[in-house]
């Protein structure tokens, strides 16, 4: 229990979405003793190293930037760490496993904020999984973090919504915002001991796993209710994509499949719909495509691309 000081705290995280958790704590007045986020790496077509989006803010803040390659075995980070005498460490897309010798060293732990109702989506992408299963709802977890992925014991919750027209950029977002409240109201019950940790239960586990370019490619010979899902899902990245002419395709959004149309049309069938629109064939359904973009140009909606390639209605994509 802390009584009248503030907790010393170190934050673990990397990308943007995360800076709403840090922002949250700096808010509260706790007193931050340094930030943990993964090394600057080259990017664009410059190879320009670039800093993460959480080491960016954090020095802006004046606050202690540690970039290390990984904590396991890493005997000069738990020497810093131990040093700092941190009342608890605070996780949130971190990106690098926590080893249990690092796990121990604040007395109120290491907490994580997981963007899902755990146990449901343990792993890497609970966000996207969430979508692409069609969840009418979702949420944020605070667990204490302990040796196996995901699988502390849950400190704090919040359910959500999962909108008709989400993207995994849009609901994360909104999730870290919820997940910075929920850390803001934890924070003082777990400093004061009133939190009683909640054990997951085992059966209800479900496990998310890495995404990979080639998980993006549209199948049409799926419904079009799953693959504007899929759309959806890995928006901002992968980025669904399909071929045409022998270039990348990528489908940036969509819009309703119920549409009525006196014909049918096989998977993959690029059709004309009213208002310069876009409609492809799937095996239940037509799916209306809203923005695209062409391997090598920018993205452009419907209109526009149709006015450069009038000939891609009627064509057939694969697979």
């Known amino acids: 229990m802390i009584c009248g000081s503030k907790i010393r705290a170190i934050f673990m995280g990397t990308p943007d979405y995360a800076i709403p958790i840090l922002s949250s704590l700096v808010s509260k007045e706790v007193e931050i003793l340094s930030v943990y986020t993964r090394p600057d790496k080259p990017r664009g077509r410059g ?12 020095l802006e803040q004046g606050l202690p930037v540690f970039e290390p390659r990984s904590l396991k075995n890493n005997t000069q980070i738990f020497s810093d760490i131990a040093r700092q005498r941190p009342d608890l460490i605070v996780v949130a897309a ?8 690092i796990l121990a060293l604040p007395h109120m732990g290491a907490i994580n904020v997981h963007p899902s109702l755990l ?8 966000i996207p999984s969430a979508i692409l299963n069609g969840d009418l709802t979702t949420g944020v977890s605070i667990i204490q973090l302990t040796k196996e992925m995901d699988a502390g014991p849950i400190l704090a919750q919040e359910e959500t919504e999962i909108h008709t027209n989400d993207t995994s950029a849009t609901l994360t977002v909104r999730l870290f915002d919820i997940g910075a409240k929920l850390l803001l109201n934890l924070l003082p019950l777990l400093s004061s001991g009133e939190v009683e940790p909640k054990p997951q239960d085992p059966a209800l586990v479900s496990i998310t796993g890495l995404l990979s370019r080639t998980d993006a490619e549209i199948d049409w010979s799926r419904s079009a209710d799953y693959i504007a899902r899929r759309v959806r899902a890995f928006d901002p990245w992968p980025g669904c994509f399909t071929q045409w002419n022998g270039k990348r395709l990528k489908i940036i959004d969509v ?9 049918t049309f096989t998977p993959g069938h690029v059709i ?4 310069k629109c876009i409609g492809i064939g799937t095996n239940n359904g037509i799916l209306v495509i809203n923005k695209l973009q062409i391997e090598g140009k920018r993205p452009l909606k419907a209109a526009e691309f149709l006015q450069g390639h009038p000939h891609f209605i009627g064509s057939v994509l694969e697979p």
């Open 94 to 101: 971190y990106g690098l496993f926590l080893p249990k010798k």
């Open 272 to 275: 004309g719909l009213e208002n």
């Open 255 to 263: 819009s309703k499949v119920d549409i009525d149309y006196p014909h």
């Open 47 to 58: 190879n320009q190293a670039s800093a993460t989006p959480i080491k960016y803010y954090a």
């Open 119 to 126: 146990p449901k989506y343990r792993g890497p992408t609970p």
